[in-house]
Structures are given as structure tokens and as C-alpha cells.
């Protein structure tokens, strides 16, 4: 059964986008047209199809001003299968942040880099220099496969990651749009130089598998309506969850005999973070294992997996429209089923798999053939110049003196590898010139483990602070926990400023999730390896509550955790109900260990935001000037 257009979820009309995208000319218009017209923005059908392209119209809400234009301007963003930035890519982007961009690169969870900031007169000019120089921008947003993650560690002694790395870029190949619209609008035609794909993925994209290619299509496997929404595929090793594996539409596991040999690989099938707030019908869901194929069928089972969502993903709804409502709603053995169909043949019984655990690969690491890697700490994947600390200009350096590629890392941090051992030295003295560290151990763990999205100002989703935000998050929750005698402990903590949890929220064991301005949805209870979901713990907490309301919650975890239980671990375990019943009957201690009742006053915004300014100018803790002025006022009355 062929089919080309959308879903046929009953009668139900399609979403708007369908239709945008049905009268696209396969991605090109009203782009094409736009782009050349000399404006500041693109139209709303316009900036829909932008995403395929790899760009995201944004405007900085720090500058908007009432009854003026918006600051419009452009997130790029980079697919890289598997992370991989050659060095000549990575110089390009450097210049084009500086150029064209706010001077800074953002390295995304997703093992690509964004750069923010360019204007609509530069977007020809910087996507064309990244295609040139290597790189591309196709299919890193939009209704379409995005990047193909796998883990970024450049072991040469451990073959599964080499094949991780391969079926990555394979399968990023595969699934890559087919229509020319983007070298027809963005380098005037030009095909540009790039690695040539291997045989058997050209062979696998014409092939037809039972209806899962579309003849006499510009997309033989997406078709005129793309997907559904956004697609996500991993590839990892068994073991190792540095990608979240847990995550993703799709999930390939490398499965090797004793001779360390390919034999195939394990599928997981049906996660995905996103939600909306009130919206119970949305949720976050981990992915569930469907089965097994040998090595010869990868390419088949997931253009059958890509065949399903796309012919029976709901196009009437776009919150219910991703790959993990599907296997929600028809369970995994009719989804399989479906699977069968287009695959031609069933499924094989999935593979015993170890414990998968969380990995970041940071320092200086032997890569198993006499050379090194070293992994670089990027706090909340912002490279940047500021201060002291030169990050931007030290990687540029390492790059333009060695000539090194890098892996970005799930956890936007960056690799460098395939470095000489007599080059460390060298490479040390750059970091170090530009107050850049390269011991891991001296990270505070908090930040480490960390993630935050971009959220405010360019994000247009962004209901509160994210990236701006954590830092100061991170500070207080270590000053809390040194204050309760719980020195040694850290634990996962990630930030988004809004729902749709891009920094992968709901797998921390502490999360904050924008559900008001300077409030977060608080969530709970997900593990150290991100394997277990977290949940939602209260709805909205100010910021400004951050303290009363997490030490009571630390106070039982010290007091009633098992030996070297985690944080995240205790709270799925305990359950929240007895937590909660801690909490309202905790009553915080004195330095003698007498009772001392709480006493909270709230405050409007801006007296808050006064009052932090005038104790941080003065040196004081804003008790202090509050008891101080309360006093003086006292005193006035009597």
C-alpha cells in the first residue's frame, strides 16, 4: 500500500501546516520568494518551512518595545550525525558567530551547534559558508528526521563505537531530505562537495519495502507531507546512555558477537519529552524495546519504523502527533505488527542488554590507539568570550594549531580527539592562557551534570529563564546543601523555560520546568543514568521560594536515604506523598538544634529585585537590610 498523503485519522482535518507544506513545492515556496525580498522577517507560512532549512525566526525580547518593530533575527542550527565537527566546519562557524551572529556558539543537546543573532539579510550568506565549509543546516528543525545522535566517545579499541558512529551518519544519510530546494535557494544551485554516501544507503532509499517508498516523489520516503512532527534517532553501544536513549522515536543498540564483530541491532521505539502545561493528554514517555535485526536489515526496519509514523501519525493535532502517542495508543505489539508490514517479516526477539549507565567523557582520556581525547566542560554549551575566560578564543586556537575534529557531546559539552601525546602539553597552555580547565574533578558536580535550553531572550516559546537562570540556581542549591551537612552530594539538575523540555527535563533527578515568569513546574525522582522518568512534584515554585521549599526535602533524603542511594533514586523510592508528609510537619533547625518556626513574608517583585541589589552593592544577606530598616521602623512608630 502506497500512500502519499496525510494520516488518515478518520475524517478529521488536517493542521494547518499540512497544508502548508502540501503547497511548499517540496520546502521551497514562499521561502524562495522571501528571501529575497528586502524585509526584516519572513511570513508566518514562511518561517514553517524556514525549520527544514535549519532556522528558527526569533525576535530578542529584551528589545522589544511597545508600538516598534520586533528585533527579528535567526537561530541557525548545524546537523552533525553522531556530533562530528570537522575543524574547517568549526572555524567557519567561529567567523560566522562573529560576523554575522551575537559572538557566541551554543552547543545543543542534540550534538550540533546553534548560532543566534543573524539577521535576515545574512541568513543567505552564513548558510551557504556553513554548506561550503562542510557542514549543514537541512533537517536540524522542521517535520523531518533531525540529527542522528550517537556517543561521542572516539574509542578506536572498542569497534561498536566505531559502528555507532558509521550507522549514525548511514541512517542521517538515508533519511536526509531529497528535495534540492535547499541548494536551489541558499547557494543559487550548487550541489555542494560532501562525503559520498555509501552504496547500500542509495539502494536502501529506493528500495520498496511493502509501501514504505513513495514512487515518483521528490521524497521517496517522507513523501509531499513530510512527517507527522520532528523524528529523533540515536545510536548507541550497549551500556552506554550518554545520548538518553531512552528518549528518542528511535533507538538503534549496537549488538556485536565475541569477535567484537557487527551482528546487528537492538530497537527501542516511542519516547519523547515533550508536553504542555494543563494539557494531561501531553506527556513525557520513555521509549520501549521492539525487538531486533540483523546488521543487512537496519535500513529496512527503520524506513518501515519512518513508514509507520508517517502514514498513521496523527496530522489533525500536532501535540498528539509524535511517534510515542502512536505506540501509546496502539501499544507496542499492534505497532510492531505494523512495523512487520512494511519490514516483510518479523521481528527477531530483542537482545539482553547490560545496565545502562550515564557517561560525559570529560578530561584528558586515551582513545586506544596511542592517541588522546580530551573532553571540554562548556557551562550550558554557551561558548563565549567573557571576562577572564576565553573560551571561544581557545578552542579556535587548538583548532587552527592542530587542526583537531571534535564530537559535541549529548550534554553540550565538546571532544577533541585524535591528539599527538607529545601535543597535550601545548594544548593545556592555551586553555590554561585563556582560563580554560581541563580537569574534570575540579568542576563543581552540580554545574557538570547540568543542562538548560537558551530559553529567554530569543526563544519565542519561553514562558521564564533557563540558560541565564540555572547558574544561580545551581549556587543556592549548594549553598543549601552545605548548609544541611550534605557537602559530597550532587545530583542531575536540568532547566527549561518552558514545557516542550528540550533540555531533557524529565529524566533529571531535579528539574525545573517554566510554568510562570520566574516560577517552574518542580520534578522529581528521575535517575543519575536518566533511565527512569521523573515526576511533577508541585506546579509552580517561585524562584524566590527556592530554598524553604527544597530544605525540607533534603533534610529527609539525609536522613532516611539507604547507602549511597541517590537523590533521584530516594525520591521514586519513598514516594512523593511520604515526602510531602515530611515536609509539612519539618520545622528547620538552629545551630543548637532548637526548633525555629519559619517566618515568610512575600514581596512585590520589584521591592525584591530593589532589595537584592542594595544587599549584593552593600555586602550584606538581605535579612540583615530587612531586619535592619523593619527596626528602624519600629523604632519611628513608638
Not at 6 to 30: D, Q, W
Not at 107 to 115: P, S, V, Y
Not at 438 to 454: F, G, Q
Request: aromatic residues 10%; proline residues 5%.
Amino acid at each position: 500500500m502506497v500512500k502519499s498523503a496525510p494520516s488518515p485519522i478518520a475524517t478529521r482535518k488536517p493542521s494547518k501546516v499540512e497544508g502548508i507544506k502540501e503547497n511548499s513545492n517540496f520546502l521551497r515556496e514562499p521561502v524562495a520568494t522571501e528571501i529575497l525580498q528586502d524585509t526584516t522577517h519572513f511570513t508566518e507560512n514562511a518561517v514553517q518551512l524556514l525549520k527544514y532549512h535549519g532556522s528558527y525566526q526569533q525576535d530578542n525580547r529584551d528589545n522589544r518595545t511597545k508600538g516598534q518593530e520586533k528585533d527579528y533575527q535567526f537561530m541557525l542550527r548545524t546537523k552533525n550525525p553522531g556530533g562530528l565537527v570537522p575543524p574547517q566546519l568549526y572555524l567557519a562557524l567561529d567567523k560566522i558567530a562573529d560576523e554575522y551572529g551575537n559572538h557566541t556558539l551554543r552547543a545543543t543537546t542534540r550534538q550540533g551547534f546553534q548560532l543566534h543573532g543573524i539577521l535576515k539579510k545574512n541568513l543567505k550568506s552564513a548558510i551557504a559558508t556553513i554548506v561550503k565549509n562542510l557542514g549543514s543546516t537541512l533537517g536540524a528543525c522542521g517535520d523531518i528526521n533531525r540529527n542522528v545522535m550517537a556517543p561521542p566517545a572516539p574509542f578506536k579499541n572498542r569497534p561498536e563505537y566505531q559502528y555507532a558512529w558509521e550507522y549514525a551518519q548511514n541512517i542521517a544519510d538515508l533519511l536526509t531530505a531529497q528535495t534540492g530546494a535547499y541548494y536551489e535557494i541558499w547557494l543559487d544551485g550548487e550541489k555542494a562537495i560532501s562525503a559520498e554516501e555509501a552504496p547500500e544507503v542509495k539502494a536502501a532509499r529506493q528500495r520498496n519495502g511493502n509501501g514504505t517508498i513513495i514512487h515518483g516523489n521528490e521524497e521517496p520516503i517522507y513523501g509531499t507531507y513530510y512527517m507527522p512532527r520532528k523524528f529523533k534517532i540515536c545510536v548507541t553501544v550497549p551500556g552506554d546512555n550518554s545520548i538518553d536513549l531512552y528518549s528518542q522515536d528511535l533507538t538503534l543498540v549496537v549488538i556485536t558477537n565475541k569477535k567484537k564483530q557487527l551482528e546487528g541491532f537492538n530497537i527501542f521505539a516511542g519516547g519523547g519529552l515533550g508536553r504542555t502545561h494543563g494539557k494531561e493528554e501531553t506527556f513525557a514517555r520513555l521509549a520501549d524495546p521492539i525487538g531486533y535485526v540483523a546488521k543487512d536489515d537496519v535500513y529496512d526496519i527503520v524506513k518501515a519504523i519512518v513508514a509507520t509514523q508517517r502514514d498513521y501519525g496523527d496530522r489533525t493535532d500536532r501535540r498528539h502527533a509524535r511517534l510515542k502517542y502512536l505506540i501509546n495508543d496502539w501499544g507496542v505489539d499492534k505497532f510492531r505488527t505494523q512495523v512487520e508490514e512494511y519490514f516483510g517479516k518479523p521481528v527477531e526477539a530483542f537482545k539482553p542488554l547490560p545496565e545502562f549507565k550515564f557517561h560525559d567523557f570529560l578530561g584528558w582520556n586515551e582513545q586506544g590507539d596511542g592517541k588522546l581525547f580530551l573532553g571540554i566542560s562548556i557551562d550550558n554549551g554557551r561558548v563565549k568570550d567573557e571576562g577572564s575566560f576565553q573560551l571561544k578564543t581557545a578552542l579556535r586556537e587548538i583548532v587552527e594549531q592542530f587542526n583537531l575534529p571534535i564530537r559535541l557531546t549529548p550534554n553540550h559539552n565538546l571532544i577533541f580527539y585524535d591528539i599527538e601525546p607529545n601535543s597535550k602539553e601545548a594544548i593545556q597552555d592555551i586553555l590554561s592562557r585563556n582560563g580554560v580547565g581541563d580537569d574534570p574533578s575540579k568542576i563543581e558536580p552540580l554545574v557538570r551534570y547540568a543542562m538548560a535550553c537558551p530559553a529567554l531572550p530569543t526563544c519565542g516559546l519561553a514562558i521564564t529563564e533557563s540558560e541565564r537562570a540555572i547558574p544561580g540556581i545551581l549556587e543556592r542549591i549548594r549553598a543549601l546543601l552545605n548548609k544541611l551537612g550534605l557537602q559530597k552530594e550532587h545530583f542531575v539538575v536540568r532547566m527549561t523555560g518552558c514545557p516542550n523540555g528540550c533540555a531533557r527535563p524529565y529524566l533529571a533527578e531535579l528539574a525545573f520546568v517554566g510554568s510562570a515568569p520566574e516560577s517552574y513546574q518542580l520534578w522529581l525522582g528521575g535517575s543519575p543514568n536518566q533511565t527512569r522518568l521523573a515526576q511533577p512534584y508541585i506546579e509552580k515554585l517561585h524562584h524566590n521560594d527556592l530554598e524553604t521549599f527544597l530544605e525540607p526535602i533534603f533534610v529527609y533524603f539525609k536522613k532516611s536515604r539507604k547507602s549511597k542511594e541517590s537523590f533521584g533514586d530516594f525520591c521514586d523510592r519513598v514516594g512523593f506523598d511520604a515526602i510531602r508528609e515530611f515536609a509539612a510537619s519539618y520545622e528547620p533547625q538552629t545551630a543548637n538544634g532548637a526548633n525555629k518556626s519559619r517566618h515568610r513574608v512575600n514581596l512585590k517583585e520589584e521591592v525584591y529585585t530593589k532589595l537584592k541589589e542594595v544587599a549584593e552593592s552593600q555586602g550584606k544577606p538581605m535579612t540583615q537590610l530587612v531586619t535592619e530598616a523593619l527596626e528602624v521602623y519600629f523604632q519611628n512608630l513608638s
